[in-house]
């Protein structure tokens, strides 16, 4: 009698330890990549588009070496070459997740001054219900012009979605992009750095219209060229910021040049013209397709 009494108690123990395995079991593979786009319970909004590009290009060997030239001349005084072939071999950037963004520097010195390039890919990740990665790469993609103070242009096919995000960006404080080496853009520039074709006392472009910061029409989805001359105590530079955007990834490319003498002041036309080119051949080589 006393081990039927016994019974039920551990047919019910073993029911009980059963349903704490199966919840155990059941919670442990919920987990996800990064890339994953946990929804909420019980929300009826719509999965997010996943975004067109699903890797980054090595960023270093990326750069055609006769264009890295071109940007970087080197003088010539490097008789066994090694220096010219570290200077071109660049130096990656440190990031934590070589998925979502990738990135390498150039560094070329001379007595009379200083160049930098660098080169910056991020690919956009929505975790948005209802928010492509195409959307949020845009919205991104307008903080960065509207901190640069980029006028839209009215031709540019996409000239309305950009300006929407530009405002929303404006509304929301500082970009929240990449900012290489070279001069990143900022919600108000320096008393000593003016920008190429900023308005003068009278109210005229300071330089040619067509060298002002401004949309460019023919890059990528989105784009835009940021000029600033910057007067320092060690010299005048330059620095060129092109940002384009295709698709889900967003390309910033930072360009400078720095002159020891300050009456040899950095051509906007020469140094504008270099970092377009580049960011032309980045465009057609990863996302030409």
Known sequence: MQRRAHAPAAALAATLLAAVLTACSGGAGAAGGDDSKPGHAGSTAPAAQPGKYHSLPEPCGYVNRDTLRRLLPATGDDEDGRDTAKLYKGQAAITYDTDR??????????????????????????????????????QLYGRQAAAAHIPV??????????????????????????????GAASGSPSPSASRTGAPSASGSPAGGASLAPRVLDDLGDDAFIDDKLINSGSGVHRDINIVFRAANVIVTIAYDQWSVDKLHVPA?????????????ELEAGHFGN
């Open 268 to 280: 906007s036309e020469d140094l504008q013209g270099k970092a377009q080119s580049l960011a032309r």
């Open 101 to 138: 963004r990738v990135g390498c520097r150039w560094k070329l010195e001379t007595p009379q001054g200083t160049r930098h390039l660098a080169v910056d890919f991020e690919r956009v990740v929505s975790y948005q219900p209802g928010v492509s990665d195409e959307q949020r790469a845009e």
């Open 153 to 182: 242009s009215s031709a540019s096919p996409s000239a309305s979605g950009s300006s929407s995000a530009a405002s929303a960006g404006a509304s929301q404080g500082a970009s929240s992009g990449p900012h290489p080496q070279g």
